[in-house]
């Protein structure tokens, strides 16, 4: 099954004259990790904005998990966006007024779908995927703005993960950590995908982690708008 396909699609902002995306086709498929690279203003930050809804297309088609998403009205957008995608932002994004505990419940919080995946308490689950992601149990009670960087990223991923969502999309997630300690976060981050036979699409600008995925695309290559502006 093909998690993403996109197809003709343009993107640009209103009042603006030139597309910032031309892709003509992209298909991810179900349970691939891919690495999405590319060098600043080559798109990627609209690109994620429109896979997750939060933009829509100027034409062309989304479809993600076989159902046309660029078509869905807002609110079906956050719906859905609720119920099959886990999101790692760059700067985490944790409630700072919430235990580490509850971060990691919060999409168990608004979709039902991703709660009854759950056969454990959820509380049982969000401790297991963060053993699973070595956070240490010390960590637990203690508040968010008292765990180091790299505690924190594991606790976004165990947001983001949590309920078996089919698509995981993390934003440059190890940007702030040295390269041994991206890559062994980004193999422990594998295995949860693989365990909820999720689809990982993992944008960096580190290309020495691109040998640890499935495929590589550079969208500098396959956006048209870029390929064809004079930067």
């Not at 990627?44 to 062309?60: C, E, N």
């Not at 998990?65 to 886990?86: M, V």
């Not at 890559?183 to 036979?197: G, R, V, Y």
């Amino acid at each position: 099954m093909n998690v993403i396909e996109l197809s003709n699609l343009t993107f640009r902002w209103p009042k603006q004259m030139e597309n910032l995306l031309e892709i003509p086709s992209l298909t991810i498929k179900q349970g691939e990790k891919v690495f999405l690279k590319g060098p600043s203003g080559s798109g990627k930050s609209s690109l994620l904005s429109l896979l997750t809804g939060i933009s829509q297309p100027t034409s062309g088609e989304i479809n993600l998990l076989q159902q046309p998403f660029s078509h869905l009205e807002s609110t079906q957008r956050d719906k859905f966006r609720a119920d099959h995608i886990g999101y790692i932002f760059q700067m985490f994004n944790l409630l700072p007024y919430l235990s580490v505990i509850d971060n990691v419940l919060l999409p168990c919080r608004f979709s039902t779908r991703r709660k009854v995946q759950i056969k454990n308490t959820l509380e049982a689950e969000a401790k297991r995927i963060l053993s699973h992601l070595h956070l240490p149990q010390s960590c637990l009670n203690r508040p968010i703005t008292e765990l180091s960087i790299g505690q924190q990223q594991r606790v976004a991923a165990a947001r983001a993960i949590i309920g078996q969502p089919e698509l995981l999309i993390a934003d440059e997630p190890t940007s702030a950590l040295d390269h041994d300690n991206r890559e062994a976060f980004i193999e422990l981050l594998m295995k949860e995908c693989e365990q909820a036979q999720t689809t990982l699409l993992f944008v960096s600008h580190d290309a020495t982690l691109e040998s640890l995925f499935d495929r590589s695309i550079a969208l500098n290559d396959i956006n048209q708008a870029y390929k064809g502006s004079k930067r």
